[in-house]
């Protein structure tokens, strides 16, 4: 199984502030990588998909980059709509699919 | 829009059975491979269950093999989880999620989820 560290636990961060989340693979996923993330009592919302890939509707503040085993996920201006639970995902290894154990985004 | 309602969750005690379901709308159901992912209270996210878009395929995660069966009737875009034989660890809230899936190694396919239901919560205590 393939296991997915996200560091830091949590990140303390103003509004307006850059926010950088990192994620880390045991072994190399290509770019098999997602990133969601999650508010306190709802379901979690893809953010990225393809370790760089926007999805539908989210903004441009939102971008991943890495390969291989190394993913960062920056928010470029920390909106309020933004604190919430992060969570990488990799999607390479054939049905043993993992999340890390989350970022928590909270106000500074 | 793409909305997914989970149903079915409850408190029961260990060993006994449940089923969940997750009826969905917005989208040409048998078009997807459908997923049930779980969370424990406070922690991270865990899947569980995979069913083929058209019914023919299911895997599970080692974690449930045996003792969980998804389904789906795409006669009226409904998912479905029997679990069986439930355990204390098996606490936690139920999320069925649509797979946008991707040819990662050649024909070998992985999965993200693109829409997620709300979740059903499953307590089980003795």
């Known amino acids: 199984e393939i296991v997915m560290t996200q560091s830091p636990a949590t990140l303390s961060v103003s509004p307006g502030e850059r926010a950088t989340l990192s994620c880390r693979a045991s072994q190399s996923v290509s770019n098999n990588l997602a990133w969601y993330h999650q508010r306190p009592g709802q379901a979690p919302r893809l953010l990225i998909y393809g370790a760089s890939t926007r999805a539908t509707g989210i903004p441009a503040r939102f971008s991943g980059s890495g390969s291989g085993t190394e993913f960062t996920l920056t928010i470029s201006s920390m909106q309020s709509e933004d604190f919430a639970v992060y969570y990488c995902?990799?999607?390479?290894?054939?049905?043993?699919?993992?999340f890390g154990q989350g970022t928590k985004v909270e106000i500074k | 829009q793409v909305q997914l309602l989970e149903s079915g969750g409850g408190v029961l005690q260990p060993g006994r059975s449940l089923r969940l379901s997750c009826a969905a709308s917005?989208?040409?159901?048998?078009?997807?491979?459908m997923h049930w992912v779980r969370q424990a209270p406070g922690k991270g996210l865990e899947w569980v269950a995979l069913?083929?878009?058209?019914?023919?395929?299911?895997f599970y995660a080692d974690s449930v093999k045996g003792r969980f069966t998804i389904s789906r009737d795409n006669s009226n875009n409904t998912l479905h989880l029997q679990m069986n034989s439930l355990r204390v660890e098996d606490t936690a809230v139920y999320y069925c999620?649509?797979?946008?899936?991707?040819?990662?190694?050649?024909?070998?396919?992985?999965?993200?989820?693109?829409?997620w239901g709300q979740g059903t919560l499953v307590t089980v205590s003795s």
């Open positions: 917005g989208f040409t159901f048998s078009s997807f491979g």
């Open positions: 069913v083929w878009y058209d019914g023919t395929k299911d």
């Open positions: 995902q990799q999607y390479d290894n054939w049905l043993t699919w993992t």
């Open positions: 999620a649509r797979g946008l899936l991707v040819p990662v190694r050649g024909a070998i396919p992985g999965f993200y989820f693109d829409n």
